[in-house]
């Protein structure tokens, strides 16, 4: 079902105002999706894993992106299919699949070796979580920005 609701314009926005305004959500959202990000590592001690947040802003093209070159962090985020460590029996993951927020976890390496592959690293598709996540906040935002320039019927 679609929902409509009336309303009426208090007055029409230049384009650059409607810009800047859609502009600032946009960087609202940015900074959200970046705390996100980070959340997933806030428990990683011997990791220093740094995000980036990109923003493209153009009248005719939003983009906001949120990525880091940490080789580790894309091993989590992106599965492997082997894992040359292997791990103890006090081993505890920090992260999960379908877990967004990274937990405590204990490390346990008793050696490693590419000789004795083993089992993979399950993916942990942060990336997928987080936008599935945070994708009602953009349109709210977006949609708190456009209807700065209206009033209720």
Do not use: C, W
């Not at 937990?103 to 089992?119: A, C, S």
């Not at 993916?123 to 708190?144: G, W």
């Amino acid at each position: 079902m679609v929902k409509f609701k009336s309303v009426l314009v208090k007055r029409i926005p230049r384009r650059a105002e409607m810009d800047a305004a859609i502009n600032k959500a946009m960087v609202k959202f940015s900074d959200l999706m970046g705390d996100e990000f980070e959340s997933t590592t806030e428990t990683f001690q011997n990791t220093n894993v740094v995000f980036v947040q990109e923003e493209k802003f153009t009248p005719d093209h939003k983009e906001v992106t949120v990525f880091t070159t940490n080789k580790i962090y894309k091993y989590l985020n992106n599965g492997t299919s082997v894992r040359y460590a292997t791990m103890g029996p006090r081993f505890r993951n920090k992260t999960a699949p379908q877990q967004i927020k990274a937990m405590p976890g204990q490390t346990d390496v008793l050696f490693v070796n590419k000789k004795r592959p083993r089992p993979g690293i399950k993916r942990r598709s942060f990336d997928i979580f987080i936008r599935r996540k945070l994708e009602p906040k953009y349109f709210k935002f977006v949609s708190d920005a456009v209807q700065s320039f209206t009033e209720d019927f």
